[in-house]
């Protein structure tokens, strides 16, 4: 349908910004041009990420008018965006500096995790997902100055939620569907690194980057990112992308 191809089109156009980022920073090419290039597509992909998280709950509706559709995420993601400037500037600033005043390190994860709980449950309640709260409560942690302090302190469980995550969705394809279709799913990853690296890299030369760091751009970016099985998850519980095509697209 309309809405699957909509969905998947704009969620395959993702990369992944943990792995990119991290490649980056463990070849120290974060400073050079194709770092820098990396990093602005990748920065844009994940605000772009609020009006597609706001474009899933607005697809689950009887409306069949997609441009209607693309229109109200658009304005659910600009009042979202709205909201957390104001929020992160007038009330979490204020409750992080009571915080580093007190000097307790464990109120700062506390109160982090409280954060993002309350931001998800909050989306929940006004009709949007809860991975737009989760995603939002970054965002408005990041308005604050002590925004690095945060960093910190969340630091050493980074890399094991973001293992668990991916634990969570291997656990989730199924292998027979995998071995049945390997074929297909390999066709289907050779075509998506091609397609992606190549308009990758037309896009950067169009805006005048050098050959040398276009193509280092396009293939570092050409792959799927991690929002793909966010976005995916809902879908096939709404039914919007059925079962087995989804199985397809997390097998990819």
């Known amino acids: 349908s309309g809405k699957a191809a909509l969905l998947t089109g704009s969620a395959l156009a993702l990369s992944t910004t943990a792995v990119s980022m991290q490649v980056l920073t463990e070849q120290g090419e974060f400073a050079l041009r194709h770092g820098r290039v990396s990093f602005a597509v990748l920065l844009l992909q994940d605000l772009a990420v609020v009006v597609l998280l706001a474009l899933l709950t607005t697809l689950d509706s009887d409306s069949s008018h997609i441009v209607y559709e693309l229109g109200l995420a658009g304005v659910k993601a600009f009042v979202a965006i709205i909201l957390i400037i104001l929020v992160g500037r007038l009330i979490f600033r204020p409750l992080y500096r009571g915080i580093a005043q007190l000097g307790t390190a464990e109120l700062f994860v506390a109160v982090t995790l409280l954060v993002v709980l309350a931001t998800s ?132």
């Not at 945060?150 to 630091?155: C, G, K, S, T, Y």
């Not at 037309?202 to 966010?230: H, M, N, Q, W, Y």
């Open 121 to 252: 449950v909050a989306t929940a309640f006004f009709g949007l997902s809860m991975e737009l709260g989760a995603f939002l409560a970054g965002l408005l942690l990041s308005e604050t100055e002590y925004r690095h302090q945060v960093e910190a302190d969340i630091q050493p469980f980074y890399g094991l939620l973001l293992g668990l995550f991916f634990m969570s969705v291997g656990m989730s394809i199924d292998l027979s569907f995998l071995s049945h279709n390997a074929f297909l799913i390999c066709g289907g990853v050779f075509g998506l690194l091609v397609l992606k690296a190549t308009l990758l890299y037309i896009l950067c030369l169009l805006f005048d980057v050098p050959k040398f760091s276009a193509i280092r751009v396009a293939l570092l970016l050409s792959t799927g990112g991690e929002f793909v099985f966010v976005l995916l998850g809902p879908s096939m519980k709404t039914g919007i992308i059925s079962h087995e095509f989804g199985q397809y697209l997390y097998a990819m």
